[in-house]
């Protein structure tokens, strides 16, 4: 049955973590996303998990890939200044396919920054952060019962595609309750996985490694990856297109915007404005078809993001050549109120 | 005529790409030779660093992970913990463990996670061309170091066996050598030993080698055997400085 329960966005995820099968978490405090280590220190040790309090955010993500390798799902999460030093971690996991989770609760910076919710590391997240030409999935719920669901979709996504995924939300998802659904909404499965390093009983011995030295190889290496991100850029988009049909102005929102820019376009369309709204659900791959069909006809779009324009770019090469972008945005630690995009949105109406 | 010495069968018959002399590949050998010896092939899992151990799944047929720079004690920590009844190993270099990686080593050690580390201490970054590590001995000449080390600049030497006996959770910690046959053969006995402990669920096993990198050292291969005799030696002491002998878990 659907029954629901009054949950804050973190346990949630955090449950929707152990429901996926993961049974290792390792991290490092750092505000705001300590309620998941907490749930899970105790409860993973009931399903016979294992949790680490680990030395450093290096530490956490070295032992997510020493899990990863071993064909089991493990997970970290972080914010701001620790998914910085999971970097180098997150390059190695793409380039030896190494599937994992990782959850960044986005806290401001930048630099030691601020504990309040912000969206400043989508960059980092959706176009890099490591060294090297690589991908991770970046899934961006909006909601509480997307903390649960996004979660095992999370798990699900980096074992098909040996890919990182990464949940990044900000800090108001995070925290906030609202009922949720707290099992899955489908039977959760794992692949086979045959590439993991069990030993060499039965087989070949197997590698797992990044290292590509001889002529070319590191090429091939890359080209094979590209490929695969092709595949997950073909099959994986999810986004929410919201009162589009009509609109004259859409609204493109990932997070928290998405839930202010919908009370805005209540607002708006009171006053007989017609505007909808694109909400990107995976951040890599993102719905960049979408986004330029809706702009096909649809030539005002206004982005509006918890930082000074990063999903903004993306934003910017997907719609068509003629279309009016306008931006609101607010960094560090900022969050719009509905009547601010109302602004903005009769600002984009009348230019 | 009868055989008395062949290739061990874990250890390939690939040519390394070791400089001719290294003792690296003597480390290789013993390590294949009392992986071996326990039976433990099958289900013994490598996790070399990176420096110029890094190729060593070219050289011992076993299942193998590459670890970043200094981070093998971690990814060692989630595999023995996703698979307890695997015997999980890293092969570290001094840089890897006594430089970049020593929050990981010490926190391994200290949590005694029931896992072995075979430790090169070469006293430079070997593969990176020999630059000054932390365990670059005193007056030492390096690339980085053109003057000598000087304790009142770089400070002293690290001396990893002795630091991580001090840890609770370590269950093993000896230094040995490779040096001279005699040496060589007592390397394998304290590996076989390390390795005992994880398989035994003592907790955490560390063997730490003198190893020679004649190349950056700038010696012949017979050379650099003395440089550790005369020149190791007296600052690393050989020996085992911790024992765990039941599961005296604190
Ligand atoms: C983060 C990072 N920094 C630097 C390097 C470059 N690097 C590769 S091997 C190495 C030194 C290895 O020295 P050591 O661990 O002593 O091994 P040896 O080659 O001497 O056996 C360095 C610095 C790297 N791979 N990653
Ligand atoms: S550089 Fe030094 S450590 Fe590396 S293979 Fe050559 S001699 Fe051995
Ligand atoms: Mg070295």
């Known amino acids: 049955m659907t029954e629901k329960k009054l949950t804050k966005g973190n346990i949630a995820l955090a449950e929707g973590a152990i429901q996926a099968g993961c049974r290792f978490y390792f991290g490092y405090p750092i505000t705001p996303q300590n309620d998941i280590p907490e749930y899970l220190a105790k409860n993973l040790p009931r399903v016979g998990g294992t949790f680490i309090p680990a030395e450093s955010e290096i530490a956490s993500i070295n032992m997510v890939l020493g899990v990863g390798a071993s064909g089991e799902r493990a997970m970290t999460s972080s914010s701001g200044p620790g998914i910085s030093l999971m970097q180098e971690g997150l390059s190695y996991m793409a380039g030896s396919e190494i599937p994992g989770l990782v959850v960044n609760i986005m806290r401001c910076g930048p630099g030691l920054g601020g504990i309040s919710p912000t969206q400043g590391d989508y960059t980092q997240a959706v176009h890099g952060g490591g060294h090297g030409d690589y991908r991770n999935i970046v899934l961006a719920p909006a909601s509480v019962q997307e903390m649960f669901d996004l979660t095992i979709r999370g798990f699900e996504l980096a074992d098909k595609y040996r890919m990182v995924s990464v949940i990044l939300a900000d800090a108001m998802v995070g925290q906030f309750q609202e009922p949720c659904r707290l099992t899955p909404d489908h039977p959760v499965t794992m692949p086979e996985k ?16 990044s290292l590509y030295l001889g002529p070319g190889e590191q090429e091939a290496h890359n080209q094979d990856l590209q490929k695969k991100y092709r595949e997950v850029e073909r099959n994986e988009i999810m986004c929410e297109e919201s009162l589009l049909n009509d609109a004259d102005l859409m609204i493109v929102a990932f997070g928290t915007p998405s839930r202010i820019a919908k009370t805005a376009i209540r607002m708006a369309r009171e006053k007989g404005m017609k505007v909808g709204l694109l909400r990107p659900i995976t951040l890599y791959p993102f719905p960049s078809q979408q986004l330029h069909e809706h702009s096909e006809r649809i030539r005002k779009i206004l982005v509006v993001e918890m930082n000074t324009g990063q999903m903004l770019y993306d934003v910017k090469i997907s719609a068509h050549k003629d279309a009016d972008i306008s931006f609101y945005g607010r960094p560090g630690g900022g969050v719009p109120f509905p009547n601010e995009v109302l602004d903005e949105i009769v600002k984009a109406m009348e230019k | 005529m009868e055989k008395i010495f062949t290739r061990t069968p874990t250890l390939t018959s690939s040519e390394t790409h070791f400089c001719p002399g290294c003792t690296h590949g003597i480390a290789h050998r013993i390590l294949a030779e009392a992986i071996d010896e326990l039976g433990i092939a099958d289900r013994t899992i490598g996790i070399p660093g990176v420096g110029c151990c890094v190729f060593l799944y070219y050289y011992i047929a076993i299942d193998t992970l590459e670890a970043p720079h200094g981070r093998a004690p971690a990814c060692a920590t989630g595999m023995k913990r996703a698979q307890p009844d695997k015997i999980i190993f890293n092969y570290q270099g001094d840089g890897d463990m006594a430089a ?34 932390p365990t670059t001995l005193l007056g030492q000449q390096t690339t980085t170091s053109p003057y000598g080390r000087n304790f009142q600049t770089e400070g002293y030497p690290i001396k990893m066996a002795e630091m991580l006996a001090t840890l609770e959770g370590v269950a093993y910690s000896a230094r040995v050598s490779l040096h001279k046959p005699k040496n060589v053969m007592q390397a394998k006995k304290a590996i076989i030993k390390a390795f005992e402990m994880q398989i035994n669920q003592m907790g955490f096993s560390m063997v730490e080698i003198l190893s020679t990198c004649n190349t950056n050292w700038r010696v012949s291969p017979i050379e650099a055997l003395d440089v550790i005799e005369n020149e190791m030696i007296p600052y690393f002491p050989l020996g085992v400085f911790k024992e765990r002998t039941g599961k005296d878990f604190l």
């Open chain 1, 194 to 209: 045959p590439w993991a390093l069990k030993g060499r009983a039965g087989r070949k011995p197997q590698l797992l490694k």
């Open chain 2, 100 to 133: 970049i990686g020593t929050s990981e080593i010490i926190h391994a050690a200290n949590r005694g996670e029931n896992i072995t580390v075979i430790f090169i201490n070469n006293s430079v970054y070997g593969m990176t061309g020999g630059q000054m590590a």
